[in-house]
């Protein structure tokens, strides 16, 4: 019986290629073609900004394409003077910043190019005489037509390419702001696809291990911090609850042990951890070491198991690990189709003429 449900379940990770959830089949190729085609257009974006002097930068999204700008900002912060700030869309609309004017720029991201909260937000930009830029799957998508400049990316892999667009145009701009090592964070960049190619197969079956040993838990803490934080948050909440289903929380690692601790006075939760090279990893390693004490059930992803990158570069190599476990986790859990949304995309969550989501 065993046999006859682990070939089911081989043959629907078979089919789990083809999903637009399960980037992680293309990522080698579209990454190396994504830098290919885009790479020197990028830097010149960043040229024009440093050029004309922009006095502030907005990254402003939702869920998952929140998070993949979310990284511009803590570049911007670390190499350079330039200041900015990361939004999700209504709240960029409704705080509607004084400094928000002809000598900003506004990116926005979403890959439908037509999610709600994000065409608000970039035609309030647009309305304010702001430059925009629009990170989309498609360039003919309302918000690539809409925006002044449009990075189209024409691949499922939603989390990845437009970060690496994010991250080729900030460390342009801190090169030119003669920050050090910016030349080689982008080496480690076109590094990535021979890592994504390795690790789709090296980490299949470890993964599947993990999620049959992850299959009761009803609950789950993602904890991370630093470079990663933006990569926990995408996958406690907008990954776990999102496709797996199950209750998720999502915290900073470090805030951990600021009261939620307290918890295993009575609950032995099940934690998903994320680990850094960068400066948290020690802080991370000691929330690791009390909750193992303490009875948690725990599994860390170690950027450091996956070849020596710059530390920013961490949010790329957990990637593939993460989603790997996520697929099986979903597929564990009897949700064979991984596109399928209940509320989402259904009309229910969204207003306003030609959008589609959420």
Known sequence: MKNKENMKLEDLAGEAINSLLFSAPVLAPDLERFLKDEEARIRALAQRAFDEKVEHFYWVGSGNSWLNLAPGKYILDQMTNLTSDVLISYEFVWRNPKRLNKKSWVFVSSFSGATEDTVEALRHANASGATTISLVN???SLLGREAEEVIAYNSKALYILPMAAVY??????????????TEEIVADIRRLPDLFARQYD?????????????????????????????????????????????NGSFMDATEFRHGPAEVFDREKPAMVILKGTDASRLLVERVVDVCENNGAHVTVFDAA????????????????????????????????????RVLMGRGVLAQGEGVTWP
């Not at 145009?169 to 090592?181: K, N």
């Not at 198991?305 to 986790?329: E, K, N, R």
């Open 168 to 181: 080729l145009f900030a460390l342009e701009l801190a090169r030119l702001s003669s920050a050090p090592q």
């Open 138 to 140: 498609k360039a003919d």
């Open 305 to 340: 198991d996956h070849g020596d990158f710059h530390p920013l570069i961490g949010p790329f190599v957990l990637m593939i690990p993460l989603q790997w476990f996520a697929v099986w986790s979903t597929l564990m859990r009897g949700i064979t189709d991984l596109d399928e």
């Open 202 to 246: 090296q980490e299949r079956e470890p993964a599947k291990k993990l999620a049959q040993d992850f299959l009761d838990e009803r609950l789950i803490y993602t904890l991370a911090s630093g470079p990663n934080y933006w990569l926990g948050y995408k996958f406690g909440l907008t990954v776990f609850m999102e496709n797996m289903r199950v």
